[in-house]
T-cell receptor, first 112, second 115 residues
Framework: DAGITQSPRHKVTETGTPVTLRCHQTENHRYMYWYRQDPGHGLRLIHYSYGVKDTDKGEVSDGYSVSRSKTEDFLLTLESATSSQTSVYFC???????????FGDGTRLSIL | AQKVTQAQTEISVVEKEDVTLDCVYETRDTTYYLFWYKQPPSGELVFLIRRNSFDEQNEISGRYSWNFQKSTSSFNFTITASQVVDSAVYFCALSVNQAGTALIFGKGTTLSVSS
């Protein structure tokens, strides 16, 4: 299995609070991605990173920010969580755009 | 713009039946990659196969086979002699040949195999 760890695995929080999800990899892969999975939508890209301090927006980036200060860590932050951000969040990595992305086990986030 | 359509939302079969999951894609790029992922009830996403746009050879891996047809923009997945352990959500995905490009996922097909 690709060495990807997401933390926390589960989180319940209240509307308006900040939330940070962490993705940690041990593969030294260049690219890292954050997706959200919602019923009826499949997986949709939030943000991705193509190197340390290099990030770009995805399809559903509103309300989210990311940071990558080290190759191995990619953080996803919800500055002020809303109920519409209740979802399962997946981190993925690969070393080249044409290679398969390998996914972490996901973080289930509930915002009440 | 790229798009992946999995028209079958849910499929139910009985063990040992063959089942085909459909995937239709849209892209204007001439170089692209197609993928299938499996998401079992435990929730993780498992990579199954990658196919590039220049390779239309069908592929077989055990009970799994994939049929790629550029003429119909389809990349269908067949499970032969299905088993209960095949019960999962299956996603078809597309990426184009750009650095760091994300996967464009279909909405998934839920396959239920009963004994």
């Amino acid at each position: 299995d690709a060495g990807i760890t997401q933390s926390p695995r589960h989180k319940v929080t209240e509307t308006g609070t900040p939330v940070t999800l962490r993705c940690h990899q041990t593969e030294n892969h260049r690219y890292m991605y954050w997706y959200r999975q919602d019923p009826g939508h499949g997986l949709r890209l939030i943000h991705y990173s193509y190197g340390v301090k290099d990030t770009d927006k995805g399809e559903v980036s509103d309300g989210y920010s990311v940071s990558r200060s080290k190759t191995e860590d990619f953080l996803l932050t919800l500055e002020s969580a809303t109920s519409s951000q209740t979802s399962v969040y997946f981190c993925a990595i690969n070393d080249d755009s044409n290679q398969p992305q390998h996914f972490g086990d996901g973080t289930r986030l509930s915002i009440l | 713009a790229q798009k992946v359509t999995q028209a079958q939302t849910e499929i139910s079969v009985v063990e040992k039946e063959d089942v085909t999951l459909d995937c239709v894609y849209e892209t204007r790029d001439t170089t692209y990659y197609l993928f299938w992922y499996k998401q079992p009830p435990s929730g993780e996403l498992v990579f199954l196969i990658r196919r590039n746009s220049f390779d239309e050879q069908n592929e077989i891996s055990g009970r799994y086979s994939w049929n790629f047809q550029k003429s119909t923009s389809s990349f269908n997945f067949t499970i032969t002699a299905s088993q209960v352990v095949d019960s999962a959500v299956y996603f078809c995905a597309l990426s184009v040949n750009q650095a760091g490009t994300a996967l464009i996922f279909g909405k998934g097909t839920t396959l239920s195999v009963s004994s």
